[in-house]
């Protein structure tokens, strides 16, 4: 359970927040520090589907599993949004949007499934989309350069980032939504 090979590849997830950190403390240029900070977060955004994946296919899932995985994935948006701040390439309003969700929505979570709610605020394709979209913007704002020579990474990282913040906001009012007729049967 704890250390199953999909398992094993979300821990991946969360040890490489601090690989991905330290990167831009290396004493290499920036160019080469961005390009290593935006392999690593791609490989290991990577294993988000490839724990799945495996966990289904070789019939490993477990409890703790489901419990890890988000908590892996909300680590690392969040710390690589705190990085991209950091070096002044995402606003601190998206940031504060996206993590805020997730806290909201995570803390929503644990109380649905406490009062026997859990399934109103099931996983949507809204939240999936949403992932995507963040798995999609941080890479771009991590390489921040000119893609292939063409694709300036810091503009669409930001178009996306911001979509991402919409998503967001969209995808947290679902949520609430679903869960207010529950809150206000247990409320009463």
């Known amino acids: 359970m704890f250390f199953t090979l999909p ?30 900070a935006t392999v690593m977060f791609v490989v290991f955004a990577l294993t988000d589907w490839a724990d799945g994946y495996l966990a289904r296919k070789l019939n490993q899932t477990s409890s703790f599993g489901a419990f890890l ?22 606003d601190v309003f998206v940031a504060l949007i996206i993590i805020g969700r997730e806290i909201a929505i995570s803390a929503l979570r644990e109380w649905m499934a406490q009062i026997g709610a859990s399934r109103s605020v099931a996983v949507h394709m809204l939240g999936k989309v949403k992932t995507t979209v963040q798995m999609v913007a941080i890479p ?17 990282g930001n ?30």
């Open 159 to 188: 178009v996306l980032i911001w979509i991402a913040a919409v998503l967001t906001v969209w995808s947290m009012v679902y949520y609430l939504q679903r869960a207010l007729p529950e809150i206000r049967a247990k409320v009463k």
């Open 7 to 36: 398992t094993l590849l979300t821990w991946a997830r969360i040890i490489a927040i601090p690989l991905i950190v330290g990167v831009f403390y290396l004493p290499l240029d920036a160019a080469t520090r961005n390009l290593i």
């Open 69 to 90: 995985d988000p908590v892996a994935d909300k680590f690392l948006v969040c710390a690589s949004l705190l990085v991209l701040v950091h070096l002044d390439r995402a």
């Open 140 to 156: 771009f704002l991590l390489y921040d350069g000119a893609l292939f020579g063409l694709v300036d990474t810091r503009l669409w």
